[in-house]
């Protein structure tokens, strides 16, 4: 299995950037599939973006689309979000996921590994 680490969250203000960290150890990272997930108190885990094992394809969803980019680099064990142009709206504890298996990108329940989270505040 694969342990997640996240970091780099924090209080900004509207049109801030932020760039979150996702750290793994364990077995091969570059087997896995990762995701990026975050929520809010009373709503449910929302996709926010993925990449592939390689890193050669990426999904986004429609909110975060132009401005957050995700990467990864499988030598460092370690998958990048960075957030930029950021809205008050995008405060969320923010999640990284893995996942060995092909599935859907956008579902929590495919992912098979969570990190513990990172909070990101972005105030008006």
């Known amino acids: 299995q694969v342990q997640l680490v996240e970091s780099g969250g924090g209080l900004v203000q509207a049109g801030d950037s932020l760039r979150l960290s996702c750290a793994a150890s364990g077995r091969t990272f570059s087997n896995y599939f990762i995701g990026w997930f975050r929520q809010t108190p009373g709503k449910e885990r929302e996709f926010v973006a993925f990449i592939n094992r390689s890193g050669g394809i990426t999904y986004y969803a429609d909110s975060v689309k132009g401005r957050f980019t995700i990467s990864r680099d499988n030598a460092a064990n370690t998958v990048s979000l960075q957030m930029n142009s950021l809205k008050p709206e995008d405060t969320a504890v923010y999640y990284c996921?893995?996942?060995?298996?092909?599935?859907?990108?956008?579902?929590?329940?495919?992912?098979?590994?969570w990190g513990q989270g990172t909070q990101v505040t972005v105030s008006s």
């Open positions: 996921a893995a996942r060995i298996k092909p599935d859907s990108y956008v579902f929590p329940t495919s992912y098979d590994y």
